[in-house]
């Protein structure tokens, strides 16, 4: 998340430049870095990267004068991220240089001082590239879909697709598979000894292939499933019964940007009020920045102020379903780990609960029975 909630911020060694000046224009807070840092053009993402811009004539510069690589080894010691950019063309054949030695300090980057190493055409091109890194560092980065996307053909190209993904099935025997059973629905029917009857399916791979067509599905793909599941189910995040007050709760922060609490509960013994901030992976510091705004800006909420104006206190819990040993620094934030095989039981239960409802609906244009009248005078 950026770190005052409002907008991104990145901290530069050069914040009159032209680069700062550009991001300024894009809307990102740049401002200068505390101390003396010479002569490099240096851009600090977070506390984890840091983005380093060359021209093309000043990465030769560095060669010549050894800055490249005492740079190179700031780098690698005070950051986990470290990112090179060499911008426009090294024309080292118009220099003294030799194509060699460019090459290989430009290998050595990686393979010796672990740099990512980064090449645009021009400086336009290189602010657009800082500006992402940064929203991706301090805002997050979308899921990505790890399927090759490709429109299809036609229906039975779309089908034999659909059973390409199956555990070692290829073109080849997606189209047996078809042409067998007749349609995808068939095969995701099949038994095992139906599936070995085709040939190039041995017991193995039928079992494989009969697991992934009817195995209970059994995830936590985004935060909100981790909602559901605690909203049905406090006790997989608390010892003692607490009241959900509120999901997806908006907040305003100071600059009126609104964010959303995942949970907000009431515990009646303490009186306290709780705001739980939830998470796929392994808890970090940004995590903790996050939901201290979220506390800082609890005021904004009518139903939160009328509970802290009657004396309940405020706390916070940051929560994930993966092993995470960070703690933070705030003492009104705490850290847990819901066990995750009984969260994605609370899952399946709540799944099961939708199916059977589903299954009630009258469809559209049957006729539904016709209700006796009540008798009047009920409440």
């Keep these: 998340m950026s770190p005052n909630g409002c907008q991104l911020k990145i901290t530069a060694t050069k914040p009159k430049g032209n680069p700062a000046a550009m991001l300024a224009d894009m809307g990102i807070a740049v401002v200068g870095v505390e101390g003396d840092e010479g002569d490099v053009d240096r851009y600090l993402l977070s506390k984890r990267v840091a983005v380093e811009r060359r021209t093309g ?60 190493v980064l090449a645009t055409p021009d400086v336009a091109e290189t602010v657009a590239l800082i500006a992402m ?28 697709r659909i059973i390409e993904m199956l555990p070692g099935s290829g073109m080849v025997l997606a189209r ?29 791979k039928a079992k494989q292939i009969h697991q992934v067509l009817n195995a209970e599905y059994e995830a936590i793909d985004t935060e909100r499933n981790l909602e559901d599941a605690i909203q049905t189910a406090p006790g997989l995040l608390f010892k003692k019964p607490v009241t959900l007050l509120a999901r997806q709760h908006y907040l305003y922060t100071d600059c009126e940007q609104r964010n959303f609490v995942d949970l907000v509960f009431h515990d009646p013994r303490t009186n306290e ?30 139903l939160l102020r009328g509970l802290l104006d009657k004396g309940a206190k405020l706390r916070g819990i940051l929560a ?19 066990d995750k095989k009984a969260a994605i039981a609370v899952l399946k239960q709540l799944r099961a609960r939708a199916l059977s409802a589903a299954r009630t609906v009258p469809r559209s244009g049957t006729r539904s029975r016709k209700r006796r009248p009540r008798p009047s005078g009920g409440n």
């Design 133 to 160: 890194i940064a929203r991706q560092e301090q805002v997050g980065i979308p899921d990505i879909s790890l399927i090759p996307k490709r429109k299809a053909v036609d229906l039975a190209d779309l089908q034999r």
């Design 273 to 302: 009020l709780i705001l739980v901030e939830l998470k796929r992976g392994r808890l970090a510091r940004e995590h903790a920045d996050q939901l201290r705004r979220y506390l800082d800006s609890a005021r904004q909420s009518k």
């Design 57 to 116: 004539s000043g990465f030769l510069r560095g060669i010549q004068d050894k800055t490249l690589f005492t740079s190179a080894i700031y780098l690698r010691e005070h950051f986990r991220v470290p990112i090179l950019i060499v911008e426009g063309q090294v024309h080292y054949t118009y220099s003294a240089f030799n194509p060699q030695a460019v090459r290989g300090a430009m290998s050595s980057m990686m393979l010796l001082y672990g740099i990512n």
């Design 176 to 204: 047996d598979l078809l042409q067998h059973f007749g349609s995808v629905r068939r095969i995701a029917g099949a038994t095992e000894a139906e599936l070995r009857a085709l040939r190039g399916i041995g017991a193995k």
């Design 320 to 338: 994930t379903v993966e092993p995470s040993d960070w703690q933070p620094r705030d003492e009104d934030i705490s850290t847990r780990v819901v």
